[in-house]
């Protein structure tokens, strides 16, 4: 049996693998590799007799000229491309639908920006595993676009545990476990504060049975999320962002869209605020109590309904004139999704804290935000609403 | 006795109470009063089953409109003014002293700033207590100016330790503590990108003795500290700084400033990018293993240095012809410190947690801050020696 620590909880709204753990991670091992990673310079790190800091139990990446045709282990994936029933594994077929979707949502992107352009970093480990970073910054339309996959094999030390489940388990002291994960994320922030940020993650997770412990039962879950976060409302875009995301729920679960959509409002909670960072979509974890086939289409499914959700909104207001205020606000809720990402965001704080690729962590924070000493919107005010909406969620459908 | 936790651990560089904490924290007593205080509207909270959040054990403050003659409670300043000898207290000449210090250097920075002018608010706590918030917005020269003193009565709830504590004590579990806390503290960000932000606090605790141990000793220390952050290095000015700092400490102990130098270095610094937020100063934490009264004329010294120490560097630099590109890195640098003080400074993570007055927590954030993905100077630029000498800190005066 596996420690129960590792149990899928279902019925809460934890997580033990963080979110966005996948996708925005790529540690290095050691702090030591850490100055080289981030400055391609000759600055030599000074010896720091801070706190230990928590070792990521993942081999340090690689940077790679060209994408591999997968990041799956040999074994894996059967050897020669596709020749084996590996080919059909979840883990195989995940890992193909997340780079499509990687791939079809950056085109979609560029087209829209009409200027800007992915910059492309891609990344291996010798063990297994790797990612794609890929980043559009000071587009036309795009401040800064994020999106990127990444496979992971490695190894969650005890303190991953304890950063990545919001309940303190004090008694249970796990082991390290093996595990692989895959997952696509993206943060996508406009320049046109009318034209909302939307941020989206999907994710599969495995861990293996222990060496010492042959036969011992693996466990997978999936997890992910769409969610808008506007500055401003405009209700046809929202109920649309929705529509498109109850649309994709229905197609599985009458239960999907209500369920996930709730826990959506309660996993972006600014708790020092006592606000949403915005208006919310669906977003799960921990999903294994269904067919799990089933739930690789649903994620698929999920994937794909971003570019449908998205794209005709950013495109209606991509030119929207505005004025100076209207971009301070924008800026002041960018702050607020900085605060979210910095304190609360499960897959941030435990990627700072475990020595990942910072700069694949950080794509999310915004390219500028701003706060102000004690701004209050003036009630009634178009920026008053977006706040009221963020203080007390709404149901856009009915 | 005291339980051991709250000992002073003089040998460590951990603290007890968090920085900051003192004086950027003005605590509502529960989750339901935060949106009163946010926003000044009728916009209504909703009920959110989110996990419990920690109740901060100090009374909601009341917004009171005339600065009082002192935030003690009569039975700590003796009823009429000066009248009892708990006019020399050293808990009310710590205040007396960090509101005389709000006064002065606020005169001073608008007199550099020839047009801002500071904003105040001052709340109280009906129990005792109370603060001065200061700030000076998108002046001339200051972006944002915060200068705040606070004076607090409470109880120290269990959480509030282990979040104060970095190094965790898993087998002491306290009760509640009550004590008493003042401090100034401020945080100033200017316009210009080659004048530094500049940090101080100063800050002085007690624990009184619990009810029911009448006898037991009271515990005190002090803490504080002043950093300089700039953007771009002027070795004159550096050294000016520090050479200031090292003056004030060299009054009192040839020890201190080397000693609180490299503890600065320590305490500000971004783990997950491996270097600190800016070339520091001084710093120390739970300091009362020296006479009380030298360690009160001690702060007195630093926070008076305030003024010497940055005011003549501020007015070199503040009209110095800057481009875009070095206002660029300005705000890459004030991203860093919005990333240190929303993920490690322990005084805001405490200040969130428990629940504390937003608006005073926060004004240490910049009015803006830039994220760009993988940002790299080049090697042997302006841009590149800061960031090695907040990678590598060092010795300024030799």
Same mark, same amino acid.
């Given at each position: 049996?596996?420690?129960?620590?590792?149990? *899928?909880?279902?019925?809460?709204?934890? *997580?033990?693998?963080?979110?966005?753990?996948?996708?925005?991670?790529?540690?290095?091992?050691?702090?030591?590799?850490?100055?080289?990673?981030?400055?391609?310079?000759?600055?030599?790190? +000074?010896? $720091?007799?801070?706190?230990?800091?928590?070792?990521?139990?993942?081999?340090?990446?690689?940077?790679?000229?060209?994408?591999?045709?997968?990041?799956?282990?040999? +074994?894996?994936?059967?050897?020669?491309?596709? *020749?084996?029933?590996?080919?059909?594994?979840?883990?195989?077929?995940?890992?193909?639908?997340?780079?499509?979707?990687?791939?079809?949502?950056?085109?979609?992107?560029?087209?829209?920006?009409?200027?800007?352009?992915?910059?492309?970093?891609?990344?291996?480990?010798?063990?297994?595993?790797?990612?794609?970073?890929?980043?559009?910054?000071?587009?036309?339309?795009?401040?800064? @676009?994020?999106?990127?996959? +990444?496979?992971?094999?490695?190894?969650?030390?005890?303190?991953?545990?304890?950063?990545?489940?919001?309940?303190?388990?004090?008694?249970?002291?796990?082991?390290?476990?093996?595990? =692989?994960? /895959?997952?696509?994320?993206?943060?996508?922030?406009?320049?046109?504060?009318?034209?909302?940020?939307? $941020?989206?993650?999907?994710?599969?997770?495995?861990?293996? /049975?222990?060496?010492? /412990?042959?036969?011992?039962?693996?466990?997978?879950?999936?997890?992910?999320?769409?969610?808008?976060?506007?500055?401003?409302?405009?209700?046809?875009?929202?109920? $649309?962002?929705?529509?498109?995301?109850?649309?994709?729920?229905?197609?599985?679960?009458? +239960?999907?869209?209500?369920?996930?959509?709730?826990?959506?409002?309660?996993?972006?909670?600014?708790? $020092?605020?006592?606000?949403?960072?915005?208006?919310?979509?669906? =977003? =799960?974890?921990?999903?294994?109590?269904?067919?799990?086939?089933?739930?690789?289409?649903?994620?698929?499914?999920? /994937?794909?309904?971003?570019?449908? @959700?998205?794209?005709?909104?950013?495109?209606?207001?991509?030119?929207?004139? =505005?004025?100076?205020?209207?971009? @301070?606000?924008?800026?002041?809720?960018?702050?607020?999704?900085?605060?979210?990402?910095?304190?609360?965001?499960?897959?941030?704080?435990?990627?700072?804290?475990?020595?990942?690729?910072?700069?694949?962590?950080?794509? *999310?924070?915004?390219?500028?935000?701003?706060?102000?000493?004690?701004?209050?919107?003036?009630?009634?005010?178009?920026?008053?609403?977006?706040?009221?909406?963020?203080?007390?969620?709404?149901?856009?459908?009915?």
């Amino acid at each position: 049996m596996l420690p129960s620590i590792l149990s *899928s909880p279902s019925s809460s709204s934890t *997580s033990l693998l963080p979110f966005n753990y996948f996708t925005l991670y790529s540690p290095s091992s050691s702090l030591t590799n850490l100055p080289s990673l981030t400055y391609k310079t000759t600055i030599k790190k +000074s010896t $720091h007799n801070h706190s230990t800091r928590v070792q990521a139990m993942i081999e340090k990446e690689t940077p790679v000229t060209q994408r591999p045709y997968t990041f799956l282990r040999e +074994s894996d994936e059967g050897g020669a491309e596709g *020749s084996s029933s590996n080919a059909n594994s979840v883990r195989a077929r995940f890992e193909k639908m997340i780079r499509e979707v990687q791939d079809s949502v950056c085109t979609a992107l560029e087209e829209v920006d009409g200027g800007g352009k992915f910059k492309e970093d891609v990344w291996s480990r010798p063990g297994g595993g790797g990612g794609i970073s890929r980043v559009l910054q000071d587009g036309n339309v795009f401040e800064k @676009a994020g999106v990127n996959v +990444s496979v992971v094999y490695g190894v969650m030390p005890p303190e991953a545990y304890r950063a990545a489940r919001p309940v303190d388990n004090g008694n249970v002291k796990p082991g390290p476990i093996p595990f =692989f994960a /895959a997952g696509v994320s993206s943060v996508l922030h406009p320049k046109n504060p009318f034209a909302p940020t939307v $941020h989206f993650n999907y994710r599969y997770f495995e861990t293996d /049975a222990p060496n010492d /412990a042959p036969g011992a039962p693996r466990q997978w879950w999936f997890g992910g999320g769409t969610d808008l976060t506007p500055a401003y409302i405009f209700e046809e875009d929202v109920k $649309h962002f929705h529509s498109v995301q109850k649309g994709a729920c229905d197609k599985f679960d009458a +239960s999907f869209y209500p369920r996930f959509k709730k826990w959506c409002d309660d996993y972006f909670y600014i708790k $020092h605020r006592g606000e949403r960072r915005g208006l919310g979509g669906i =977003f =799960f974890d921990d999903l294994n109590d269904y067919d799990q086939e089933m739930l690789l289409s649903f994620s698929t499914e999920c /994937a794909n309904s971003v570019i449908p @959700a998205y794209i005709p909104i950013v495109e209606k207001r991509k030119d929207t004139p =505005f004025t100076d205020e209207h971009k @301070a606000w924008q800026q002041l809720r960018r702050g607020r999704y900085v605060e979210f990402n910095l304190v609360y965001d499960r897959g941030t704080t435990f990627g700072l804290k475990t020595g990942g690729r910072i700069e694949s962590i950080l794509v *999310s924070l915004p390219l500028t935000a701003r706060w102000e000493y004690d701004h209050q919107p003036v009630e009634g005010s178009e920026e008053w609403k977006l706040l009221d909406a963020c203080i007390n969620p709404k149901e856009w459908l009915h």
